[in-house]
């Protein structure tokens, strides 16, 4: 069966008498766990999602599937909790009794890992094991899903597969593979169905704000707009292999309704250079990049910009994206410490497995990113990026993530 086919009849509330399935995601504020948290919905689970306290908001992903729970028939509930606290989430476990636990949550930004080793150690690493643990001690039969990466792999040379020999370059990826021998380890100590999910990067409208590719599509924007001069970058030759999220999302969830627990990697089989996401978005935009002088004082220069095709003609900011000016510059400070050279996914065994199949390209990833980029800042968007997901059925409410604040300038 393939993957769609699978997604649209495996229906595992059948199962239950009717009863709703229950899932808890930890991370359901982030882009992965926003995305999962419909996908669920539409399936007719009642979803608990874990949220941390904040000052402010940080809810904007979830907000337009949220509903007062004094509303009868609600089927998303949130909860205070952080992974840090193990006493809370042995409570949500016992209470909930959830059927699947989705853990996505995570402190996931590489370099801010080389920032903060010992905090992303305790909440990427060590939160799994207390996740683990208060599922092992309340006794609970729940299905665990834990969202480990193609970081994994690091150094190792491509394409990488589910035996490709690990080999960490950052704190946060070694906190990941701790977080994946713990998963494997209560697999086989406590006949826990657990799964470890090796995804590689995978992005949307959603994305955070500070990993690359949002960073670049966003910026796009912004000039556009004449919000924002230049892009500031670190190193433009990594390649990774990038796909979309919302087909991602149906893949942790396919991966628990298999009959035997099992680790998949996920990922397209293609692999571009930031480089490359760079001159696909910006020459999707209208503007064509090219490159001057090397190293770090390597730049990006408009060498043409049609205006007309993007539908930018009444931008008062066109001015500053005449030919020859400087959008693309080098900062060293986004440089890490050790890198991720080459990622690209060997995908055999969720194609044969899992039926897996990805829908959507890289080019079509930088469409669908690019529009909706150009949308919240109020351009009207050369519009393929969102023909596409509505011709391949990925209207996740639009995408939107509600806010657009101006560039803070990290990640
Ligand atoms: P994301 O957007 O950064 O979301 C991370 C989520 O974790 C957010 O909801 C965040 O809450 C929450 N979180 C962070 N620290 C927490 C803490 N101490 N206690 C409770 N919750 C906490 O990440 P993503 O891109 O959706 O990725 C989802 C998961 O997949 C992560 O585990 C990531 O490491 C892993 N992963 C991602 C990719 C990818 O390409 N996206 C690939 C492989 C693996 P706030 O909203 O409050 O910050
Ligand atoms: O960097 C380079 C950077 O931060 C990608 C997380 O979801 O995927 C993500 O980790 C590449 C790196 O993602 C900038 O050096 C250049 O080579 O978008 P990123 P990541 O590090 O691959 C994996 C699978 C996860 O598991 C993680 O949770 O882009 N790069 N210039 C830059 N990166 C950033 N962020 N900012 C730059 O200015």
Request: charged share 20%; with cysteine; hydrophobic share 35%.
């Amino acid at each position: 069966m393939n993957t769609t086919n699978a997604i649209n009849t495996i229906n595992p509330t059948d199962q239950k008498n009717g009863v709703p399935m229950k899932a808890l995601i930890t991370g359901i504020t982030g882009q992965d766990g926003s995305y999962l948290a419909e996908f669920l919905l539409s399936k007719g689970y009642e979803v608990h999602g874990l949220i941390r306290r904040a000052s402010t908001f940080n809810t904007g992903r979830i907000d337009h599937i949220y509903t007062d729970p004094h509303i009868a028939g609600t089927k998303l509930f949130l909860h205070y909790g952080d992974l840090s606290d193990s006493g809370q989430l042995i409570n949500l476990i016992y209470n909930i009794q959830p059927d699947e636990v989705y853990h996505v949550g995570a402190q996931s930004h590489v370099k801010v890992s080389f920032d903060m080793p010992e905090y992303t150690g305790d909440i990427t690493g060590i939160g799994t094991t207390r996740l683990l643990e208060a599922i092992r001690r309340s006794g609970i039969k729940t299905k665990f899903y834990q969202a480990s990466s193609s970081e994994l792999f690091g150094a190792s040379p491509p394409p990488q597969s589910e035996t490709t020999y690990f080999y960490p370059r950052s704190p946060y990826a070694a906190a990941k593979i701790y977080a994946y021998w713990m998963v494997t380890n209560y697999r086989e100590g406590y006949n826990m169905f657990a799964c470890n999910g090796i995804l590689f990067n995978h992005e949307s409208p959603r994305r955070g704000e500070t990993f690359v590719t949002r960073k670049i599509t966003r910026a796009i924007a912004n000039i556009l707009a004449g919000h924002q001069k230049k892009l500031y970058l670190g190193n433009l030759n990594a390649k990774r292999d990038w796909g979309f999220a919302p087909e991602y999302v149906e893949m942790m969830w396919l991966m628990l309704q298999q009959e035997k627990p099992d680790d998949y990697v996920v990922g397209t089989g293609e692999s571009h250079s930031i480089r490359e996401f760079v001159e696909n978005a910006f020459n999707y935009a209208g503007i064509e990049i090219e490159w001057v002088d090397s190293g770090i004082s390597e730049k990006g220069v408009v060498k043409s910009f049609d205006s007309e095709s993007t539908q930018h003609s009444t931008l008062n900011t066109q001015h500053s994206i005449k030919t020859g000016t400087v959008l693309i510059e080098i900062d060293p400070r986004y440089f890490r410490p050790t890198e991720v050279d080459f990622l690209l996914a060997d995908i055999t065994k969720a194609r044969k497995q899992l039926g897996w199949q990805p829908r959507i390209t890289f080019s079509e990833l930088v469409k669908i990113m690019v529009d909706y980029d150009l949308k919240l800042v109020g351009l009207t968007p050369p519009g393929d990026g969102i023909k596409i997901c509505q011709a391949k059925n990925f209207c996740y409410t639009e995408h939107a993530f509600a806010t657009n604040e101006r560039i803070r300038d990290a990640g």
